[in-house]
């Protein structure tokens, strides 16, 4: 049952995070195991899944759960293919960051936090500063940094992304 | 120039061992395998160079070290690499151009705390580049036998490990950090007792933040004096500067400490298309925000800056020109704050909450004067109330903007619009 959810692949990458820690310490593996397991869900998890890891780690299924839920980075319901996290924290906001997400918005014709119709880019409301305030404005998408961002340069990038 | 942290950063192929070895790499950790020297000494010699947490909170990282309790059982090193404070782009650069830095300062640290396993826990946002950079180091190093079993032929097994997280602030907090890799919420721990006697599981542990361990293996290497030295006038060591904002090239500076804030302005060739300075906040967004004037010619350094009202921080230097509404600004920290709070202790759960909304209030025209003294009133409820610092972070921002910025609150509150046009 639970080799019906976990891939053969998923549960080798868990056991590798496992040995990172005391044998006796399996809820430290909660993280990075999540982290796995949703990149393999197309970028989400569910009860199902954090159910199954919880059995897996032999940990308890709330324990996991309230990782999933702490996290910014665990959705907990589909998303679209892509992320894209526009840093809008201080360093970014003094170089136009709101334009760049207003930017984007229209572009894609979606809110900040919602998802294209066509399943293709989700537009997370990043709260955090993302680390690269001098090349500020600044985004990621799919954890790859784009930086001193342009509307020229933000259509190259996100037209540039294949639909597959 | 001097170049300390950053020493790797324009070679050809600065992430790798070769690079780092060449420039004498791995020279500090083999000499103390080679003399076995004795871990006091260590912990001296980082305590009289006066290397301090480069993290924020600014304590003196070898009287840190010399806290780790004297117990033979499990001990733990733990790199703190969740750079997240708003304004900080410093060890990002560290993680991805000298990884083997913080590798042999993990290394050394381990030894010298008596510590068998070192974790580098990085954000998980940094799972893009610098995760797969830190791997590959760690990978390069286990097979040069820096790390591992018998290192060397020396009879001393270290194992370093990295992990990732999954985005949280709050996890930069020591303790939190702690609980995050015991597999739970982050949620910040009350001390006493200290991660030295009771950390990680339960063991004592160490936390440094990454650019203090990237310069222990330089200042084994290069001596007390050498890094002592490398301060301006008073000053000791140097400091990475991560200058941000309304600068016309902004970067991440590694400058001795105790550089005037007015030559760091310099080399970021000014301020953005001529404009007027108007604030600054030298250590990331939890930090007080000076005015311009004020700082221009006060060395970055921890005492300077404590004595214009403000503190060093983590060196992230957010520069606001003449045009920047402070209200609006203030508004983007805190809801910052508010959307990071762990939500353990009350009156920084609700209390960044009230924060937050009473500025979107005033910030949409509807805010009065009473306002301005329920954000006074509200950080006071916060400031020093809670389990960690995160409330203190998100009260410092909106007590000095007020004082600082009073008129510009007022105007706002008055005529219901912004002073800055």
């Not at chain 2, 993990?106 to 010298?112: G, K, R, S, V």
């Not at chain 2, 006697?197 to 542990?205: A, D, E, N, R, S």
């Not at chain 2, 503190?311 to 045009?323: A, F, H, K, N, P």
């Amino acid at each position: 049952m639970i080799h019906d959810i976990l891939s053969e692949n998923v549960r080798k990458e868990i056991d590798s995070i496992r040995s990172k820690f005391p044998h006796d310490k399996n809820k430290s593996s909660i993280i990075e195991s999540l982290l796995i397991i949703q990149h393999e869900n197309n970028g989400y998890l569910n009860e199902e899944l954090i159910g199954a890891l919880a059995q897996y780690l032999n940990v308890q299924k709330i324990d996991v759960y309230e990782v999933a839920t702490f996290y910014s980075m665990f959705n907990l319901k589909p998303i679209g293919k892509n992320t894209i996290s526009v840093c809008t924290n201080v360093s970014c906001m003094l170089r136009n960051s709101d334009q760049i997400v207003e930017y984007i918005e229209k572009k894609l014709k979606i809110k900040i936090g919602e998802s294209t119709k066509d399943n293709k880019f989700y537009l997370k409301d990043e709260m955090e500063c993302l680390a690269a305030c001098n090349g500020a404005p600044m985004m990621q998408v799919n954890h790859v940094n784009y930086e001193n961002l342009t509307f020229e340069k933000i259509d190259k990038i996100l037209d540039g992304i294949k639909d597959d | 120039m001097i170049k300390v942290c950053t020493q790797t950063f324009d070679c050809k192929d600065p992430s790798s061992i070769e690079t780092y070895i060449k420039l004498g790499g791995y020279s500090a950790w083999r000499e103390i395998l080679n003399q076995q020297t004795p871990k006091s000494q260590i912990i001296e010699t980082i305590k009289d160079s006066q290397l301090k947490g480069k993290g924020g909170a600014g304590f003196l990282t070898g009287l840190k070290w010399s806290f780790i309790s004297p117990t033979k059982s499990q001990k733990y090193l733990v790199c703190n690499s969740d750079e997240s404070e708003p304004g900080t782009c410093k060890d990002r650069d560290i993680l991805r151009y000298n990884p083997h830095s913080v590798i042999e300062g993990m290394l050394i640290a381990c030894y010298a705390i008596g510590a068998s396993v070192g974790y580098n826990y990085l954000r998980g946002e940094f799972i893009g580049d610098q995760w797969k950079v830190t791997n590959n180091a760690i990978k390069e190093a286990y097979e040069h036998n820096f790390i591992g079993d018998n290192i060397l032929g020396s009879n001393v097994s270290i194992n370093i490990i990295p992990l990732i997280g999954a985005g949280a602030y709050i996890v930069g907090e020591e303790t939190a950090m702690l609980e995050s890799i015991e597999g739970k919420r982050g949620m910040p721990r009350i001390k006493p007792p200290f991660p030295a006697v009771q950390g990680l599981y339960g063991k004592p542990t160490i936390i440094n933040n990454t650019e203090t361990i990237a310069s222990v293996p330089y200042i084994i290497k290069n001596g007390i004096d050498w890094y002592k030295n490398l301060g301006a006038g008073d000053a000791h060591g140097v400091k990475m500067f991560c200058m941000s904002g309304h600068l016309n090239k902004p970067k991440v500076i590694e400058a001795p400490l105790g550089t005037p804030f007015s030559k760091l302005l310099d080399e970021c060739n000014g301020i953005l298309n001529d404009k007027k300075l108007k604030a600054v906040i030298p250590g990331g967004s939890s930090v007080p925000v000076v005015k311009g004037e004020v700082i221009m010619d006060t060395p970055m350094d921890y005492e300077p800056l404590m004595k214009i009202g403000t503190m060093l921080g983590s060196g992230g230097v957010i520069v606001m020109d003449e045009t920047t509404c402070m209200v609006s600004v203030l508004e983007r920290i805190s809801r910052f704050y508010y959307a990071e709070s762990c939500g353990q202790c009350t009156p920084c759960r609700e209390g960044t909450g009230w924060l937050y909304k009473t500025l979107v209030k005033i910030r949409a025209g509807q805010g009065d004067q009473s306002d301005l003294d329920l954000l006074n009133r509200v950080a006071n409820q916060i400031e020093g109330h809670c389990i960690c610092a995160l409330g203190d972070a998100a009260a410092m921002p909106v007590k000095s903007f007020l004082t600082n910025f009073w008129n510009e609150f007022e105007y706002y509150v008055e005529k219901k619009q912004s002073m800055i046009i």
